[in-house]
């Protein structure tokens, strides 16, 4: 049995030299939340309003269900754009104007698209560019539940860490695996 492979290299993500201002990208992934993802984040974040985890008092409010803890709803929609937009980032540097215009429920389906707003070259570090996004969260609804900006530090092509030279290395106990 052959461990050869005929490596035909996937999306690897975009480089500095990649992103064009007017750029805009659809992000391929929605993501259905789950109640336990509400209830896990606001117990990880230690977030103590009950609008996240206690229905009787969420079906009290205008709401009437339990709100999803928004800080989750940012680090979503921020995790779907990282196949388009921070694959290859060196470090976040921050996210401004971020606001929730409509409220995200467990059972909704996110999906996300970002525009980039601005390039530039970085001053101090000649192998990194700065790349702005505008990111704009939405449900199954097309309702827009989050919009931010985003400013990261993105490697320029060949400067930063190679994971694609990593290859699996095919001794006598992983050929046999392939055996069975």
């Given at each position: 049995m052959?461990?050869?492979k005929?490596?035909?290299?996937g999306?690897?993500?975009r480089?500095?030299e990649?992103?064009q ?8 992934l ?6 336990t ?17 206690d229905?009787?008092?969420?079906a009290?409010t205008?709401f ?9 709803t940012?680090?979503?929609?921020t ?8 694959q290859h980032?060196?470090a976040n540097l921050?996210w ?5 215009p409509?409220p ?14 601005s ?5 101090s570090?000649?192998e ?18 989050i ?5 990261l530090m993105v ?5 930063g ?12 106990l ?7």
């Amino acid at each position: 049995m052959t461990t050869d492979k005929n490596y035909v290299p996937g999306w690897t993500g975009r480089y500095f030299e990649d992103f064009q201002v007017g750029d805009a990208y659809r992000h391929p992934l929605g993501r259905t939340i789950t109640r336990t993802d509400n209830i896990w984040t606001t117990l990880l974040t230690q977030n103590t309003s009950p609008i996240h985890f206690d229905a009787h008092y969420a079906a009290q409010t205008e709401f009437e269900r339990p709100l999803v803890d928004s800080t989750f709803t940012l680090a979503l929609i921020t995790g779907q754009s990282v196949t388009d937009l921070s694959q290859h980032v060196f470090a976040n540097l921050g996210w401004d104007k971020v606001r929730l215009p409509h409220p995200v429920f467990e059972g909704d389906t996110l999906y996300s698209e970002s525009e980039v707003l601005s390039i530039r070259e970085s001053k101090s570090r000649p192998e990194i560019g700065i790349v702005t996004v505008r990111t704009t969260g939405f449900n199954q609804r097309s309702e827009v539940v989050i919009i931010f900006e985003r400013t990261l530090m993105v490697y320029k092509r060949g400067c930063g860490p190679d994971f694609t030279a990593v290859r699996p290395e095919w001794d006598e106990l992983s050929r046999k695996a392939l055996e069975h």
